[in-house]
């Protein structure tokens, strides 16, 4: 299982990329965390910080009450049957919200999430610029850890778009999102056959 941060710099390195969703990702993880890399015999998982989700988006999905029952646990838990999917979710939720407590975030209110989201959109944004990528003519780590991120917010289904529209009211932000999509995600469609288990995921086209 392969997050849109690590797929996007082996894209940029030009390295062949396929996506498999497995039910029993996190299981097949040697530390139990996704997205990891399977590489000939080798398995490769937390792929240093550009694994990491934001904290905000975590906090949104696990921490929000109405985000976590409406949808992210119904998400999680739908590659299991019950009792188990239940189980699972709420066990996820609560390593999350220790998580959360853990460094602090556990006090805060939505509408001081998405204000630091909207103050970290603010500086990315004034650090591109109209450059397009952060340095210049070539994509770096940044730039991939950078997609991953923005990108992940703003394909994920919430029970609000208050977060996704903070990145959008950045244009040059959305527009990068879209430049690397268009250029390090565009697959030969007679490559991909109906009801494969592979999948090019969510889009912003």
Known sequence: MLSSVPQAYLRMCGLPVRVCCRANAEYMSPSGKVPFIHVGNQVVSELGPIV????????????DDTTASEITRQRYSSPYSWPLNHILAYQKQWEVRRKMNAIGWAGKGLEQVYEDVSQCCQALSQRLGT???FFNKQPTELDALVFGHLFTILTTRLTTDELSERIKSCS????????????????????????????????LF
């Open 131 to 133: 450059q397009p990528f």
């Open 52 to 63: 990491q989700f934001t904290k905000a988006k975590l906090y949104i999905q696990w921490c």
């Open 172 to 203: 040059n932000l959305l527009s990068f999102c879209r430049r690397i999509e268009q250029t390090y995600f565009e697959e030969d469609k007679d490559s991909q056959s109906a009801g494969s288990q592979y999948s090019r995921g969510p889009s």
